[in-house]
């Protein structure tokens, strides 16, 4: 059996269920049904999505799982969340990459952990 699709091949379209049929008991229904909004994504983007629940959300894991940095896992995040229509609040991406930013400069040792705690708190 075929995986569902979907968008059309030829224009990319969103298609639309016209019939659903039981093998069972030899049941058609003919209507117009959506697939709903997971169908918007490309079979990249629901693979990434696949990962990010196994992970439990935690983007470190997708990343680790991935062999992706934490900034090309947010990217892959972002893009699922507009494609399935919705806005991504950049303040958000914002302030981790000002966090990232505080927890790289404790690594290489140019704040203390005192003052990393004060930066991180002040996000």
């Known amino acids: 059996m075929n995986p ?3 968008r059309c091949p030829i224009c990319r ?16 229904i003919e209507g117009h049904f959506s697939l ?11 693979q990434f999505v696949e990962t990010l629940i196994r992970c439990e ?6 990343g680790e799982e991935l062999n992706l940095s934490y900034p090309a896992v947010r990217s892959r995040l972002n893009e699922v969340i507009r494609a399935l229509g919705y806005e ?6 914002a302030i981790a990459e000002r966090r990232r930013a505080v927890l790289q400069d404790l690594a290489d040792g ?8 004060q930066a991180l708190s002040n996000l």
Do not use: M, W
């Open 110 to 117: 140019k704040l203390t952990p005192e003052e990393a705690l």
């Open 4 to 6: 569902v699709i979907g």
């Open 57 to 62: 959300g935690k983007l470190n894991r997708v």
């Open 36 to 46: 709903g909004r997971f169908y918007q994504l490309s079979p990249e983007q629901l």
């Open 88 to 93: 991504v609040r950049e303040e958000g991406v």
């Open 13 to 28: 379209d969103t298609l639309e269920v016209v019939r659903l049929y039981c093998r069972h008991c030899d049941t058609a």
